[in-house]
Nanobody, 125 residues
Framework: QVQLVESGGGLVQAGGSLRLSCAAS????????MGWFRQAPGKEREFVAGISRSGGSTNYEDSVKGRFTISSDNAKKTVYLQMNSLKPEDTAVYYC??????????????????WGQGTQVTVSS
């Protein structure tokens, strides 16, 4: 069983930055497509960013392009989400997820096999 553990969430003022980390327990981390999703109260879980197995390809939700950067370190079995210029509308619980099945990045939560427990990000105005 694969375990994903997020960290790095917190409270930040608008315009500030946070870096989320997601550490994986699997030895086959480099075979996973990794993604970050978020869920705000009363809303559905939405795709934020994804990174391919090699780390050479990334995909972002339109509202975070130019502000968020996803990266991975296969040696540390960790994926990161650097979030800059944060806005109050970025407030949500952020989840990392791993897709062991597909080679390409999916924006659908149903494509992902493993999920972390989530970390709260709150951006104050």
């Amino acid at each position: 069983q694969v375990q994903l553990v997020e960290s790095g969430g917190g409270l930040v003022q608008a315009g500030g930055s946070l870096r989320l980390s997601c550490a994986a327990s699997t030895r086959t981390f480099s075979t996973y497509v990794m993604g970050w999703f978020r869920q705000a109260p009363g809303k559905e879980r939405e795709f934020v960013a994804g990174i391919s197995r090699s780390g050479g390809s990334t995909n972002y939700e339109d509202s975070v392009k130019g502000r968020f950067t996803i990266s991975s370190d296969n040696a540390k079995k960790t994926v990161y989400l650097q979030m800059n210029s944060l806005k109050p509308e970025d407030t949500a619980v952020y989840y990392c997820a791993g897709d062991f099945t597909r080679a390409s990045i999916s924006r659908s939560a149903r494509a992902y096999d493993y999920w972390g427990q989530g970390t709260q990000v709150t951006v104050s105005s």
